[in-house]
């Protein structure tokens, strides 16, 4: 366990910010275009998990966190943070794909979408632009962008505890915790998800 632990707190930091993506990307996922959609989140998904994927290298490298995150293979979705207007477009543009059952106490809404080559958005934002949840803190501070990378797991208190406090409840019923890693020249902040 204690190998466990060091390889979480080597990869801890949070000094700098997420990759910035363009605002023609974020509109390109309004277009009615399939086409434009989908070379819109391929940029955004690719822009998003470069940076997660060298460190997720790294987590397998140690068997404890290999395993825990190998369902068989890494699964990765990129959480897009967009004001509410924005919000709506894409999700009519997408015909409207359910909302995820996110936890009152969160203010947030979101929903997740699918294109070929298993690129996955998950599309966030604030229930209350001017409230104090994280997704509201993050667009008043950032912008739209990349807010999160999400890593399916298998157990997260397991891969998380004893560096991070205990999982909590997620959207759709799963047990998530969130921590900071920072690359060379940003910081990401990485979703453990487990449902």
């Not at 290298?57 to 207007?85: D, I, M, Y």
Request: glycine letters at 4%.
């Amino acid at each position: 366990m204690a190998r466990l632990v060091r390889a979480w707190a080597t990869l801890r930091y949070n000094q700098l910010a997420m990759a910035a993506i363009s605002a023609r990307l974020v509109d390109a996922l309004c277009s009615t275009d399939d086409a434009i959609r989908a070379d819109a989140a391929a940029q955004i998904y690719n822009t998003a998990i470069a940076p997660a994927l060298l460190i997720a290298e790294k987590w397998r490298q140690n068997t404890q966190l290999a395993e825990l995150l190998a369902v068989p293979s890494l699964q990765v979705t990129a959480g897009l943070a967009v004001f509410p207007a924005v919000f709506a477009k894409i999700r009519a543009a997408a015909n409207h794909p359910a909302l995820a059952e996110v936890p009152p106490d969160q203010d947030a809404m979101e929903f997740e979408i699918h294109f070929p080559n298993g690129i996955s958005l998950d599309i966030l934002t604030t229930k209350d632009p001017a409230g104090s949840g994280a997704i509201a803190r993050y667009l008043n501070k950032f912008g739209e962008g990349i807010q999160q990378v999400e890593f399916r797991c298998r157990d997260v208190d397991a891969a998380t505890t004893p560096i991070y406090p205990v999982s909590r409840s997620g959207a759709n019923n799963t047990r998530i915790n969130f921590f900071l890693i920072a690359t060379e020249n940003e910081k990401l902040l990485i979703e453990l998800y487990e449902g």
